[in-house]
């Protein structure tokens, strides 16, 4: 069964009380603002010069106020509005796409529970071949179910915590459950809760990658933030990722390693769900640095500092390898496309993808 693609846009009332619809706006801002002038912008969007010009002036006309300055057609550069624009389309596009990524797996299961169930026994054995897949949220997964879409497998994904997807997996509620535990001191610590959800003769574990995480911080660095410590600042406003996350509880790790105490960082600001929409969140200016990994550093524009260094596994009954999903998993993970295509992830490294390990082996980072 085809994908269900849920879809928002964002609008801003305009002076009349109109609302302007910012997609198109935002993308072909970020555009001009990439290539460096208005020509180049318009056509990395596939617009004529004649049609972004049009649009871009029929919406500084509604907003009241230029969204570009510089020459026409060459040299362009963004007014403040115009790079506030920017951030609001982003910010708002990361922070909506894991909650409506979830909405559209929840939406397209039941479709496809229904289609089997007024179909009958043949189109429901089909509908099993798709994969059940709870994971916490990372570029790399991404990467993986749009490798299996591609290929012709359902993907039911739903971002969770390291510990409601090992819960799910657990609970018979999914068929791969992803995670990861960081490298060093804090890997036992880290991994010890999930040894209740993994038995070592019934699960195994299927290496996909190797990551940094790290601070995120605002383009040249404005504040000299050079380490963990400098979060206890007065003058630094940190984002977090929302309590029980993996990325939380490894960086409320490291803060008390450092002799900071997480409960005294100025953190006042929204917590996000995923790594993008906290770098969408420090790019935007409202905060002054985040923590997670690199690619959605890259993505922001952001400078970034490497800390610490993960593991992410996928945990699966082991009878269950010769069955079709994971069978279909196993097969892009070991493809060299794929891991040439992680790789190109900032910070990421596809070390052993697609290696299968045992549960003890693999939390205790043994080889």
């Known amino acids: 069964m085809s994908q269900v693609t849920a879809l928002a846009t964002l609008h801003l009332n305009d002076a009349a009380g109109e609302p302007l619809v910012l997609?198109?706006?935002?993308?072909?801002?970020?555009?001009?603002?990439?290539?460096?002038?208005?020509?180049?912008?318009?056509?990395?969007?596939?617009?004529?010069?004649?049609?972004?010009?049009g649009r871009l002036r029929d919406a500084e006309r509604r907003l009241g106020a230029p969204l570009l300055s510089g020459t026409r057609g060459r040299g362009s550069r963004l007014s403040p509005l115009g790079e506030c624009l920017i951030w609001a389309t982003q910010?708002?596009?990361?922070?909506?796409?894991?909650?409506?990524?979830?909405?559209?797996?929840?939406?397209?299961?039941?479709?496809?529970?229904?289609?089997g169930e007024t179909l009958g026994h043949r189109a429901r054995a089909e509908l099993a071949d798709g994969l059940r897949l709870r994971a916490s949220h990372g570029y790399a997964v991404a990467a993986l179910v749009a490798a299996l879409q591609e290929r012709g497998t359902?993907?039911?994904?739903?971002?969770?915590?390291?510990?409601?997807?090992l819960s799910a997996l657990a609970a018979g509620e999914c068929d791969l459950a992803g995670f990861y535990v960081p490298i060093g001191a804090f890997r036992a610590a880290v991994a010890e809760p999930y040894r209740g959800w993994l038995a070592q003769d019934r699960h195994c574990l299927i290496r996909l990658t190797r990551r940094k995480q790290g601070l995120y911080l605002p383009h040249g660095n404005p504040l000299g933030i050079v380490g963990l410590r400098d979060l206890a600042r007065d003058d630094v406003r940190v984002v977090n990722r929302q309590p029980g996350s993996g990325t939380r509880v490894l960086l409320d790790l490291l803060l008390a390693e450092a002799g900071v105490d997480p409960a005294h960082i100025n953190s006042s600001a929204s917590t996000e769900l995923t790594h993008s929409a906290l770098a969408a969140f420090v790019a935007s200016g409202m905060a002054?640095?985040?923590?997670?990994?690199?690619?959605?550093?890259?993505?922001?524009?952001?400078?970034?500092?490497?800390?610490?260094?993960?593991?992410?596994?996928?945990?699966?009954?082991?009878?269950?390898?010769?069955?079709?999903?994971?069978?279909?998993?196993?097969?892009?993970?070991?493809?060299?496309?794929?891991?040439?295509?992680?790789?190109?992830?900032?910070?990421?490294?596809?070390?052993?993808?697609?290696?299968?390990?045992?549960?003890?082996?693999?939390?205790?980072g043994r080889p």
Do not use: H, M
């Not at 706006?25 to 010009?53: D, E, F, H, P």
């Not at 596009?93 to 479709?111: K, M, N, P, Q, T």
């Not at 500092?305 to 945990?315: L, Q």
């Open 23 to 53: 997609d198109e706006i935002g993308r072909l801002l970020l555009a001009v603002k990439t290539a460096g002038t208005l020509a180049a912008g318009a056509q990395a969007c596939n617009l004529s010069y004649r049609y972004a010009w």
């Open 91 to 115: 910010l708002a596009e990361e922070r909506l796409s894991a909650s409506l990524d979830a909405l559209s797996g929840e939406v397209g299961a039941a479709l496809q529970r229904a289609v």
């Open 154 to 165: 359902d993907v039911d994904l739903k971002y969770r915590e390291n510990a409601e997807a």
């Open 288 to 364: 002054d640095a985040g923590f997670g990994v690199q690619p959605a550093a890259t993505q922001f524009g952001l400078d970034f500092v490497p800390v610490a260094e993960e593991d992410y596994f996928f945990a699966c009954e082991r009878d269950a390898l010769d069955n079709p999903p994971l069978a279909a998993v196993l097969a892009v993970l070991r493809d060299a496309a794929f891991q040439a295509g992680v790789s190109r992830l900032a910070g990421y490294e596809p070390v052993g993808c697609g290696e299968i390990v045992d549960v003890d082996s693999g939390l205790d």
